[in-house]
């Protein structure tokens, strides 16, 4: 019996994660899926009429929503109001048009940077409301904790199929490699592309020590499609390496210099923030599911990332 058709629209589809979807899905087409990959220039989400003008134009049977203010440490620090208000004007839209228009599935996107600040380790997908997350972001986190608030309202009173995943820091081709607003590994790869060209070191901002697990942004995309197609929790789900692949800054920031083959090596800028020191998830639940999965080593994403950039530095978001 042929499968329903889906079309799955893809809000945020330009940005990093958006990006390393569409390529996954292309290398991989199956005959009953289409994708719609949406940028703000098709709609600006954080507008109600625009939005459902989206969702009335294409009748999508199932979200993949990305769409959000995103930014790295220093850039949330300084506009948490505009990360709190943009994001829950931009889910609150997505989610209540989905839900208007009869879709069948939604999976949004939180991250392990909005759990409490205070926590035990490894953090869990039970722990997200436990406490205040870290004063850095908390205008993001309690937006993306608010999806998942959501989730749990629209199944309680209309049964719908809206969930979420929790990736650790995402990284990759199509990222934003802005000196200023980015997270750290782009961050990293800009400055030392640039070190590089003036024969300096690579300047790392903070002690160094805090610790990530990083995921690239391909092996992320491969999960968000086995989550549309086969997982059925409204709960969350943490998309992650595992809990041995944490790196510290400095260790990654060694990467990226390697990867650009730095002569002058890495400077540490200890008057910089180090932001929440470390955010250790389990990804036990994942491993439930898919216990053989394979991640691409941290250190083959880095140098793919790199070719990617230098590559692209004409057209990449910087
Ligand atoms: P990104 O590269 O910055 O892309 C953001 C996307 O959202 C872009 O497509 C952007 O469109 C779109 N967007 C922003 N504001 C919009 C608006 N008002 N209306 C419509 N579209 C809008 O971000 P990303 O890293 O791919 O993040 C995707 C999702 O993953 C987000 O929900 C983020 O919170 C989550 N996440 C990211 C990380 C990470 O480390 N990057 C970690 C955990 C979770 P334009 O291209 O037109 O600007
Ligand atoms: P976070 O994981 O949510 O805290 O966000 P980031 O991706 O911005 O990572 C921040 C960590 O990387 C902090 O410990 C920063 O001090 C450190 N870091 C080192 N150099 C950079 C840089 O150039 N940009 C950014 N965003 N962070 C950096």
Not at 194 to 217: C, H, N, T, W
Request: negative net charge; charged residues 25%; proline residues 4%.
């Amino acid at each position: 019996m042929a499968s329903e058709k889906k079309v799955i629209l893809v809000t945020g589809g330009s940005g990093l994660v958006g990006q390393a979807i569409k390529n996954v899905a292309e290398q991989d087409p199956r005959e009953d899926e289409t994708y719609i990959f949406l940028s703000s220039k098709d709609a600006d989400l954080k507008d109600p009429a625009a939005t459902e003008k989206i969702f009335e134009k294409y009748h999508p049977t199932h979200v993949i929503h990305l769409a959000a203010m995103v930014g790295g440490l220093f850039t949330n620090m300084k506009h948490n109001l505009d990360f709190l208000r943009n994001n829950i004007l931009i889910n609150d839209n997505v989610l209540q048009n989905s839900y208007k228009f009869g879709v069948k599935k939604v999976i949004s996107c939180l991250s392990t940077c909005i759990f409490p600040d205070k926590t035990s380790y490894p953090i869990d997908e039970t722990m997200i409301h436990d406490g205040p997350p870290h004063s850095s972001n908390f205008g993001y986190s309690y937006a993306k904790r608010l999806i998942d608030v959501q989730n749990h309202a629209y199944h309680q009173q209309h049964g719908c199929h809206f969930t979420s995943v929790i990736p650790t820091n995402v990284f990759g081709a199509h990222d934003n490699y802005n000196l200023e607003d980015s997270h750290v590994i782009p961050g990293l790869i800009h400055k030392a592309y640039l070190a590089k060209k003036e024969g300096k070191p690579l300047m790392v901002f903070g002690s160094g020590k805090p610790l990530r697990q990083f995921i690239y942004s391909l092996d992320l995309a491969k999960l968000f499609l086995w989550v549309l197609r086969e997982y059925e929790e409204i709960d969350p789900i943490i998309l992650s390496v595992d809990e041995a692949s944490e790196v510290s800054i400095e260790q990654v920031a060694q990467m990226v210099a390697d990867a650009f083959k730095l002569e002058q090596g890495i400077v540490l800028d200890t008057t910089k923030a180090d932001g929440q020191y470390k955010k250790t998830a389990s990804n036990n639940k994942l491993r439930c599911y898919l216990p053989d999965f394979q991640f691409t080593p941290l250190k083959d994403a880095i140098k793919s990332s790199v070719e990617w950039f230098v590559q692209n530095y004409d057209v990449a978001r910087k």
